[in-house]
């Protein structure tokens, strides 16, 4: 039975940044930066009616090693799943009026890179739905929020500060996105459902391929957002912001 379980398992190969989320009693939420270099999938056992929509029967090991086709249920009723065949990878968004929208696709070729390639749930916001694609290997990767009533693109931004984990023991809690400026001598602090950003300076320079994933821990204890980051030398550093500060508004 163990050999069995075993060979339902299978790795697809990942290599970029992700975030533990914890709260203590005193409400503070903190995320430490974490390299995780495996995801493991199970195999997954399609009903014959539903074989057309989530099996390939050219391809057995792409019924084993893309999408998983389970189905993500939101606050507004709309729900997002995947679907595959021998042709065609997709992900439909329903809203509820039933009306469906394809949000995604990957080419078929490329299924076993589907989880690096293709939308990846990131979070529920109020104001939309915010996903993760575009991985190369040691990223950065692309965010793009929707629509969550009809699935057009409301934002896209670029490889965001500690923002997500592999597995399911935790969320990414806040109401906010961070990353950088776009010549990086600031911290956008983007409140996605209060359309507020806070332009925090940042005077240490980066120049890490992806400086992003030099964060590796924040902490949030009472409108304080500490950030702790490595410098070029390796040096652990901190910068604190106080979110109420409104000389941050811009």
């Known amino acids: 039975m163990k050999l069995k379980a075993f060979n339902c398992l299978i790795a697809c190969a990942i290599y970029f940044s992700?975030?533990?989320?914890?709260?203590?009693?005193?409400?503070k939420i903190t995320m430490v930066l974490q390299t995780d270099t495996s995801v493991e999938k199970k195999k997954v056992q399609i009903p014959i009616n539903e074989r057309t929509n989530c099996f390939c029967d050219k391809d057995s090991l792409m019924n084993e090693a893309t999408v998983s086709c389970?189905?993500?249920?939101?606050?507004?009723?709309?729900?997002i799943y995947w679907r595959y065949n021998c042709e065609k990878i997709w992900l439909t968004l329903d809203n509820k009026y039933k009306e469906k929208f394809v949000i995604d696709t990957v080419p078929v070729e490329l299924y076993g890179y589907a989880f690096r390639l293709g939308y990846h749930l990131i979070k529920e916001f109020k104001s939309g739905l915010l996903f993760r694609s575009g991985c190369p290997a040691n990223g950065?990767?692309?965010?793009?929020?929707?629509d969550k009533y009809n699935g057009k693109i409301l934002d896209r931004?670029?490889?965001?500060?500690c923002i997500e984990k592999f597995n399911n023991e935790s969320k990414y809690e806040f109401n906010f996105i961070v990353y950088f400026?776009?010549?990086?001598?600031?911290?956008i602090i983007n409140y996605l459902d209060q359309k507020k950003?806070?332009?925090v300076p940042f005077r240490e320079k980066i120049t890490a391929a992806v400086p992003e994933q030099q964060f590796n821990e924040i902490i949030l204890d009472h409108n304080i957002l500490t950030l702790h980051y490595s410098s070029n030398n390796g040096e652990t550093k901190t910068l604190s912001v106080d979110l109420n500060d409104r000389t941050y508004l811009f």
């Not at 992700?18 to 409400?27: G, L, P, R």
């Not at 950065?140 to 929707?146: F, G, H, Q, S």
């Not at 931004?157 to 500060?161: A, D, E, H, K, M």
């Open 157 to 161: 931004f670029n490889q965001l500060i």
């Open 181 to 187: 400026s776009a010549n990086q001598e600031y911290l």
């Open 70 to 79: 389970d189905t993500t249920h939101f606050s507004n009723q709309s729900t």
């Open 197 to 199: 950003r806070l332009k």
């Open 140 to 146: 950065p990767c692309i965010y793009t929020l929707i």
């Open 18 to 27: 992700s975030c533990n989320y914890t709260k203590d009693a005193n409400s």
